[in-house]
């Protein structure tokens, strides 16, 4: 047995560990509602497992990985057009929900100025920081289907309401829609 560093120390990755991150990479690119890709110079690990957590509250994924990998992953996906972004110390965040992580990403870089939003992708459309903050402030997919359901829900408890009254209300319902008909 060896007496120097341990296999998980080194820097180095071989071939077959790269291709797998590619595909781990390209998998991303290719399903995520939404990536963001943003610089986290100077940030430390308490910061930056800090937006892990919140991101994984939210339903995302944050992912440091070579931008020489990432860009090789991107070709030919729909969200290529962030390839422009990848220099320097750059984190991907990502979620099937299109909002969530643009949200958190924008969220935590109010916060910390070290997170600088580069810009990002929503399938085929590319985003500028100013397009990552526009979709950081639209309803997420919970807060939509709790509208949608708001809306629905709310006649159907008018009728119960209607039907639960007491005969006296139902009369009088009744003899106001009859006098508007005459």
Not at 23 to 51: H, N
Not at 91 to 98: M, N, Q
Not at 128 to 153: T, Y
Not at 159 to 179: D, K, Q, R, V, W
Request: glycine letters at 8%; charged letters at 25%; a neutral charge.
């Amino acid at each position: 047995m060896s007496r120097g560093k341990p296999q998980f120390w080194s820097k180095t990755v071989d071939r077959a560990q790269k291709e797998k991150l590619v595909e781990e990479l390209a998998q991303i690119f290719e399903r995520s509602g939404v990536v963001v890709v943003a610089r986290y110079e100077g940030m430390t690990v308490a910061e930056m497992q800090d937006l892990r957590a919140m991101m994984r509250v939210a339903g995302g994924s944050v992912r440091v990985a070579k931008n020489k990998l990432a860009k090789i992953a991107l070709d030919g996906k729909p969200s290529a057009s962030i390839a422009e972004y990848l220099t320097g110390m750059t984190v991907l965040a990502f979620s099937d929900d299109p909002v969530a992580a643009a949200k958190v990403v924008d969220d935590y870089a109010k916060k910390n100025e070290k997170l600088v939003i580069l810009g990002g992708a929503m399938g085929e459309t590319a985003l500028d920081p100013a397009g990552v903050k526009a979709v950081a402030g639209m309803p997420s997919r919970e807060e939509l289907i709790a509208s949608i359901v708001g809306c629905i829900a709310a006649p159907a408890a008018n009728i119960a309401g209607a039907i639960g009254a007491p005969a006296s209300n139902i009369a009088s319902i009744l003899s106001t829609i009859e006098e508007k008909a005459a």
